[in-house]
């Protein structure tokens, strides 16, 4: 029997199995995906805006040093940009010599850093290729059972198996969800004019467009628009796409723009499980937190989750008590509410504030952005939020 049973190996997954390495618990690792997508998987499209506390936790889990230093862009600066209007809401770190607002990293790059990191710890298992089938728990210990007919038991099943986790669903823990009903598209472009590391986030109408700056003369574009479109945008041949793009980013006078990667589209749904644990059993990642990407937190959080997990059960391990017990559960679920739940209704309200366009949202739209730029201290308090340097936890 295991300490721990993870299902999933998604950066979650990977960080918190990592984060048990050493530990003297036993863990195992189920993932679906062959093992030759984790070893080298392929670029999706996803930058994450990773703050300080995330990569200081990277660093921990020994993930960072895989990631190669050139792939890392500092993010020195961000500005909200609404409709037509040419006032810009800008958050930086006011000047001081306290480094960048945040890092961005391609998401495959995470992956593999993370897997890279996985290899050094000889008592952690991973399986790939088999998926978890089912996962039933009982007083003294929970049991999986895979595709490929193993059965796996443990004392606790940490599920990180995706926003619309299947284990979760069949542990009876339901989730509020909300469809956006719009779609997002992510590539890179290259561009004339130098972004200076600066991100710009504008809210138009009818749709919304991030620019994330990536090293080189090159930019993460992120567009969120009605999925019919996001559909039609995707399928365009790419001197298409490129004259398209052109004439929509024309305000943002970026020069001559060319496609430079793949492009993906991600439909958006929010998810946030109404429990984060159950018997033997507990929730992180995307299964416990599915944020819009709009305010670049989901991975954030699947990792302070993980931080918080492993060291309510590595504690209760010093004190030779039942890891999963629901005291410790308790504890984990009590403060990964509090880290997530305001930021998932701020993100969620700014999602669909700035999606409406009917006069009064417009003002009101208006109104919330320049009320936020006469707010020096919720200027500081949003810029503090976006770089977290909350001290990490030693393991
Ligand atoms: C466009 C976009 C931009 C984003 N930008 C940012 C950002 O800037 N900053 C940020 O912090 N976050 C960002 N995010 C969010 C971030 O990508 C996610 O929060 C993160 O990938 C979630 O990781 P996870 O491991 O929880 O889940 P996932 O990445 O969904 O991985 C889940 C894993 O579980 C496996 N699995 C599922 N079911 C089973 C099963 N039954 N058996 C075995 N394995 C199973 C899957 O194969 C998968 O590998 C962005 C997301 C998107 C879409």
């Known amino acids: 029997m295991y300490d721990v049973a993870i299902i999933g190996a998604g950066p979650v997954g990977l960080s918190f199995a990592t984060a048990l390495a050493g530990s003297g618990l036993s863990a195992v690792l189920v993932e679906r995906q062959p093992l030759s997508v984790l070893e080298d998987p392929s670029f999706d499209g996803r930058e994450i805006a990773l703050t300080h506390h995330s990569r200081t936790l990277l660093e921990q889990l020994g993930a960072w040093a895989h990631i190669p230093q050139n792939a890392v862009s500092p ?30 990293v391609s998401n495959h790059l995470i992956r593999s850093a993370l897997y890279a990191a996985l290899q050094g710890t000889p008592d952690i298992r991973l399986i790939a290729g088999t998926g978890v089938e089912s996962v039933t728990t009982g007083a003294e210990a929970a049991t999986l059972r ?3 007919g193993q059965e796996i038991r443990a004392r606790l099943v940490v599920a990180a198996d995706t926003r619309f986790s299947r284990s979760r669903q069949e542990q009876g823990i ?10 997002m598209l992510v590539c890179r ?12 986030e504008w809210f138009d109408y009818g749709q919304t467009v991030a620019l994330l700056p990536v090293n080189g003369a090159a930019s993460s574009l992120v567009l969120t628009r009605d999925p ?9 041949e790419p001197a298409a796409f490129e004259r398209e793009m052109g004439q929509c980013l024309r305000r943002r006078h970026l020069g001559r723009l060319r496609l ?15 429990h984060f644990a159950g018997r033997r059993f507990a929730l992180l990642g995307d299964a416990a937190v599915g944020m819009h990407p709009v305010t670049a937190h989901g991975f954030n959080l699947g990792l302070r989750g993980a931080e918080t997990l492993a060291r309510e059960i590595l504690s209760a391990k010093r004190r030779g008590q039942d890891i999963a017990s629901p005291a410790v559960l308790r504890r984990f679920e009590t403060a990964h509410r509090l880290a997530t739940g305001p930021l998932y209704a701020a993100t969620n309200a700014i999602a669909v504030l700035y999606a409406q366009e009917g006069l009064p949202a417009r003002l009101a739209r208006h109104a919330v952005l320049r009320l936020g730029g006469q707010i020096a201290p919720f200027r500081k308090a949003v810029s503090a939020m976006l770089m977290d340097r909350g001290a990490a936890m030693g393991r």
């Open 75 to 104: 993010l020195r600066q961000a500005r909200v940009l609404n409709g037509t209007a040419s006032y810009a809401l800008t958050f930086d770190t006011g000047g001081k010599d306290e480094g960048p607002l945040g890092f961005l």
């Open 146 to 148: 895979l595709s490929d």
């Open 174 to 183: 339901t989730a509020s969800m909300h469809d956006f009903r719009r779609s």
């Open 189 to 200: 472009i290259e561009h004339e004019t130098p972004h200076e590391h600066v991100a710009t």
């Open 228 to 236: 019919a479109e996001i559909e039609r945008l995707n399928g365009l």
């Open 260 to 274: 430079v990667s793949t492009r993906h589209a991600y439909p958006l749904v929010a998810t946030y499980a109404h």
